[in-house]
């Protein structure tokens, strides 16, 4: 079982907009350590997506977007594509474990 | 431009150590704030956390795993090495090798993989 909670998959039509959660404790996400997210597609280097709960790399599209609040954050992608279907993973620092924390990923189907 | 790639055996026994590679381009670990980390992800699993290196030589390991894992770095060589006693089949996974930078707990550019199985 993951530190961090993520749903399994969630699923949208090219265009629509979709959402996945990432849920943590007092002692990673509100404990105030920041959230980042990374796309994985298989065969490829995992991707930062965002960073320190909002900010976007260089490169990234701005139809992705991070927020977070309390001991949950989230990853926002607007106007779906097919090029978008892939796994998604949170991540952020727990200070009970004295280490970097992955959430469970999300696999995002473009229907 | 910073590029990273794992190297290693893709087949180890179980009770054997493995070692693995990492060589990357782009900066350098005799730089302050540079650092390098390992994490893993077993087949159908999620991402763990494994060790990181900094540039001057601090250690940080999964606690779980601690006992088990040796990360070093050889700046000339533009290279850090992993290695893990005791394999098991449970430690079959792709093995990452990723940058940080201090300031950011996370890590921002990554390795391509290497699938390790542990099987006799």
């Known amino acids: 079982q993951s530190v961090l909670t993520q749903p399994p998959s969630v699923s949208g039509a090219p265009g629509q907009r979709v959402t996945i959660s990432c849920t943590g404790s007092s002692s990673n996400i509100g404990a105030d350590f920041d959230v980042h997210w990374f796309q994985l597609l298989p065969g490829t280097a995992p991707k930062l997506l965002i960073y320190g709960n909002t900010n976007r790399p260089s490169g990234v599209p701005d139809r992705f977007s991070g927020s977070k609040s309390g001991t949950s954050a989230s990853l926002a992608i607007t106007g779906l594509q097919a090029e978008d279907e892939a796994d998604y993973y949170c991540q952020s620092y727990d200070s009970s474990l004295s280490g970097w924390v992955f959430g469970g990923g999300t696999k995002l189907t473009v229907l | 431009q910073i590029t990273l790639k794992e190297s290693g055996p893709t087949l180890v026994k179980p009770t054997q150590t493995l070692t693995l590679t990492c060589t990357f381009s782009g900066f350098s670990l005799s730089t302050s704030g540079m650092g390098v980390g390992w994490i893993r992800q077993p087949p159908g699993k999620t991402l763990e956390w494994l060790a990181v290196i900094h540039w001057n030589d601090d250690k940080r390991y999964s606690p779980s795993l601690r006992s088990r894992l040796t990360i070093t770095k050889d700046t000339s060589k533009n290279q850090v090495v992993l290695t893990m006693t005791n394999m098991d089949p449970v430690d079959t996974a792709t093995y990452y090798c990723?940058?940080?930078?201090?300031?950011?707990?996370?890590?921002?550019?990554w390795g391509q993989g290497t699938l390790v199985t542990v099987s006799s």
């Open positions: 990723a940058h940080r930078k201090l300031g950011i707990l996370t890590f921002d550019y």
